[in-house]
């Protein structure tokens, strides 16, 4: 017995079977038959479905149950399927956050995309700040309290006595800033022989070329039609290094007690600097113990018990702030999720002649540090001018 799907097919190939009769067809005729055969081409069976969803899910490494499909599957086959050919399956409703004409990339995508930028610049990584992965564009506000001040005191029975310094409460708004990598070119051929390539290679590239701009951002942005960037933010520990490229054992602790201890008992409480001044301090010792002062372990470097950050947009130059020292946590960074996506180009002048498609990545950010009253969380240190 034949199923709806069987009979729909049927008609189709018999239709289609009535215009290849014909010995010429008209412009309109032409039209019809090829929507008839796009038509035919989409009827696959469940079987066919299952089959291309799990050798898609081999290809990106994530298990697939093949007697229970899943939504993931269906989107893991919309992606490859939009990588290879540009076909677009997502449904963009009204008012959406995605960037238009492009194909939000499904989670096994974002979440490598993600992990290859905390890699590269560390202030997106929610081991180290604090990462707020949003589902819309809306401004987002964040309260935040000053943790240097507030105290408690004993109160007698029937004896109102408050303590007398009350904490600041302030907020932050965070709103969703757009950038967009280079267009990496890839031909057709490419795409159809080896997705599985072609998706690491975009991956990685994506990771790195929105790394760049958004990390340089988060460090330096002035949050005046851009992120907050934390050295921006960051309060003055006054302390100045003698020298215009190193920072000595002295200064580096004069740094970290500047910072109020509410903070520095966090756990994501760390130093950032570029990779220069890192090796700067790496040689320094202990005068009394004849120990390195940084301590290397399988959890990372450390210096005074605390992380050392690596970002390659801490500035280096003689009179700059070199070192920022303090509480990570709060540094908010938010992605909006709906809004990494890739757009492929397939009418680039100068490309598709040469059957190559363009693939651009996006991803929307802001980022604010909470800074209210007494002593700020996060402290910056300069060198020499």
């Not at 998706?199 to 760049?212: E, H, K, N, P, Y």
């Not at 490229?245 to 740094?255: P, R, Y």
């Not at 790496?282 to 970002?311: C, Y």
């Not at 498609?357 to 009253?373: E, H, I, K, P």
């Given at each position: 017995?034949?199923?709806?799907?069987?009979?729909?097919?049927?008609?189709?190939?018999?239709?289609?079977?009535?215009?290849?009769?014909?010995?010429?067809?008209?412009?309109?005729?032409?039209?019809?038959?090829n929507?008839?055969?796009?038509?035919?081409?989409?009827?696959?069976?469940?079987?066919?479905?299952r089959?291309?969803?799990?050798?898609?899910?081999?290809?990106?490494?994530?298990p697939?149950?093949?007697?229970?499909?899943?939504?993931?599957?269906?989107?893991?086959?919309?992606?490859?399927?939009?990588?290879?050919?540009?076909?677009?399956?997502?449904?963009?409703?009204?008012?959406?956050?995605?960037?238009?004409?492009?194909?939000?990339?499904?989670?096994?995508?974002?979440?490598?995309?993600?992990?290859?930028?905390?890699?590269?610049?560390?202030?997106?990584?929610?081991?180290?700040?604090?990462?707020?992965?949003?589902e819309?564009?809306?401004?987002?506000?964040?309260?935040?309290?000053?943790?240097?001040?507030?105290?408690?005191?004993?109160?007698?029975?029937?004896?109102?006595?408050?303590?007398?310094?009350?904490?600041?409460?302030?907020?932050?708004?965070?709103?969703?800033?757009?950038?967009?990598?280079?267009?990496?070119?890839?031909?057709?051929?490419?795409?159809?022989?080896?997705?599985?390539s072609?998706?690491?290679?975009?991956?990685?590239?994506?990771?790195?070329?929105?790394?760049?701009?958004?990390?340089?951002?988060?460090?330096?942005?002035?949050?005046?039609?851009?992120?907050?960037?934390?050295?921006?933010?960051?309060?003055?520990?006054?302390?100045?290094?003698?020298?215009?490229?190193?920072?000595?054992?002295?200064?580096?602790?004069?740094?970290?007690?500047?910072?109020?201890?509410?903070?520095?008992?966090?756990?994501?409480?760390?130093w950032?600097?570029?990779?220069?001044?890192?090796?700067?301090?790496?040689?320094?010792?202990?005068?009394t113990?004849?120990?390195?002062?940084?301590?290397?372990?399988?959890?990372?470097?450390?210096?005074?018990?605390?992380?050392?950050?690596?970002?390659?947009?801490?500035?280096?130059?003689?009179?700059?702030?070199?070192?920022?020292?303090?509480?990570?946590?709060?540094?908010?960074?938010?992605?909006?999720?709906?809004?990494?996506?890739?757009?492929?180009?397939?009418?680039?002048?100068?490309?598709?002649?040469?059957?190559?498609?363009?693939?651009?990545?996006?991803?929307?950010?802001?980022?604010?540090?909470?800074?209210?009253?007494?002593?700020?969380?996060v402290?910056?240190?300069?060198?020499?001018?």
């Amino acid at each position: 017995m034949m199923n709806a799907t069987d009979v729909t097919r049927a008609e189709l190939r018999r239709q289609i079977d009535g215009f290849l009769a014909k010995e010429k067809l008209t412009a309109t005729e032409k039209t019809q038959c090829n929507l008839l055969m796009s038509k035919l081409a989409d009827l696959r069976s469940d079987d066919e479905r299952r089959a291309k969803a799990a050798q898609v899910a081999k290809e990106l490494g994530i298990p697939y149950n093949v007697e229970a499909p899943t939504q993931k599957d269906a989107e893991l086959e919309a992606f490859r399927s939009y990588m290879m050919r540009g076909i677009e399956h997502r449904t963009y409703q009204p008012m959406s956050d995605a960037v238009q004409g492009a194909y939000v990339v499904p989670a096994a995508f974002y979440n490598s995309l993600m992990t290859g930028i905390a890699q590269y610049t560390e202030l997106m990584s929610k081991e180290n700040v604090s990462l707020i992965e949003s589902e819309n564009g809306r401004k987002l506000t964040l309260p935040s309290i000053d943790l240097s001040t507030i105290t408690s005191a004993q109160v007698l029975e029937n004896v109102d006595a408050p303590p007398v310094a009350n904490p600041t409460v302030s907020s932050s708004v965070l709103s969703a800033y757009t950038y967009r990598t280079n267009p990496i070119a890839s031909s057709v051929e490419l795409e159809e022989d080896s997705f599985e390539s072609v998706s690491d290679i975009l991956t990685a590239a994506f990771a790195v070329g929105l790394a760049r701009g958004i990390g340089a951002d988060l460090v330096n942005g002035s949050g005046s039609g851009a992120p907050m960037g934390i050295l921006t933010a960051a309060a003055d520990s006054t302390v100045v290094a003698a020298s215009t490229t190193v920072f000595t054992k002295s200064e580096l602790q004069s740094i970290y007690f500047s910072a109020n201890r509410a903070y520095r008992v966090n756990p994501k409480c760390a130093w950032l600097m570029n990779d220069t001044t890192y090796n700067g301090i790496l040689g320094l010792k202990d005068a009394t113990t004849n120990r390195p002062l940084v301590n290397i372990t399988e959890d990372g470097e450390k210096l005074f018990g605390k992380r050392i950050l690596i970002s390659p947009d801490m500035p280096t130059a003689a009179g700059s702030k070199a070192i920022l020292f303090g509480d990570l946590s709060q540094f908010k960074v938010r992605v909006l999720r709906n809004s990494v996506s890739v757009r492929r180009n397939v009418e680039t002048p100068g490309y598709a002649e040469k059957g190559a498609a363009l693939y651009t990545g996006f991803m929307r950010v802001d980022s604010a540090l909470n800074n209210v009253g007494g002593t700020a969380p996060v402290v910056f240190a300069k060198l020499h001018a």
